[in-house]
């Protein structure tokens, strides 16, 4: 597909304006869907809790190997939302909304959100080379574990490491954000393709820059808090935020004017 095919997609999308009301908006609707249809989602944020845990017990020892996967795990959510995209347009539709609906949404039909996925592996992983690479080229001592990076890194009142650290990763981690927030209900539900796609998230964001930063500091927040509590808030935090993400969507994009995917 062409920029110029990709584009003429993109465009046929018309877009929202939001309010910085909005997103704390899209997370009470998102607990209400939850709230209906909890079996669905909480099966999604038990297995996404388990990954997590199955992680932190293969690589509690190699650090980078860890930071690596949680990166991933984080850029490649959106993702793992798939499946309660599709019950939340089943919710709105009035069909029904069971696990066998999200399970469906994984059947494959194209190669679509495969390839995202693959684009949001790559991301990842060179997030995490970068990031390495950082630590490992101007810390004064090695960071082997958790414990030196915050010691080294974190605590050291000698050098800006750290900060440096931190803005790398927002200038990596920004254009993920904005070329992920709403392309994979879009993909999933429309047809169009990836580049289209990652267009009219560009747009959503680019049309309401306040709000959605807003929105993408509330997805981080309510993750590491289901982090911290040794990955038990997943369980909740994960559906719930995946709910919400579809009124995201909802609000952000009309695509109307765009074939539905098969």
């Known amino acids: 597909m062409s ?10 999308c018309q877009l929202g304006t939001i309010t910085y009301a909005t997103p704390f908006d899209w ?10 249809h909890p079996w ?12 997590g845990a199955a992680l932190l017990g293969l690589a509690h020892r ?17 993702l793992a939302a798939t499946g309660l995209y599709a019950v939340s ?19 494959p039909r194209d190669h679509r959100l495969v390839l995202f996925g693959l684009l949001l592996a790559a991301a990842g992983t060179g997030w995490v080379l970068t990031s390495a690479s950082l630590i490992t080229a101007f810390s004064p001592r090695p960071v082997n574990d958790p414990v030196d990076f915050l010691r080294v890194v974190v605590l050291d009142e000698q050098s800006y490491l750290f900060e440096a650290w931190l803005a790398l990763g927002g200038v990596m ?11 994979i209900p879009l993909l999933l539900e429309r047809h ?4 289209g796609a990652v267009l009219t998230s560009w747009r959503a964001v680019m049309q309401n820059p306040g709000p959605m930063a807003l929105w993408g500091a509330l997805l981080l927040a309510i ?12 369980v909740i935090a994960v559906p719930w935020l995946s709910y919400a993400s579809w009124h995201a969507y909802r609000d952000l994009v009309v695509a109307t004017d765009l074939p539905e995917s098969r």
């Open 40 to 51: 669905p989602a909480l099966a999604h944020g038990l297995v996404v809790a388990l990954f």
């Open 89 to 107: 347009r089943a919710i709105e539709q009035g069909r029904p909304a069971t696990l066998d609906t999200a399970l469906a949404a994984w059947r």
């Open 62 to 78: 190699q650090f980078w190997l860890l930071a690596g996967a949680f990166s991933g795990f984080l850029l490649i959510g959106p």
């Open 27 to 36: 997370l009470a609707r998102g607990w209400r869907d939850m709230l209906q």
């Open 3 to 12: 920029s110029e095919t990709a584009l003429q997609q993109s465009q046929r």
């Open 173 to 183: 981690v920004a254009p993920v954000y904005a070329s992920s927030v709403v392309a």
């Open 192 to 195: 169009i393709g990836v580049l």
């Open 223 to 234: 993750t590491f808090i289901g982090m911290s509590t040794l990955l038990i808030g997943l």
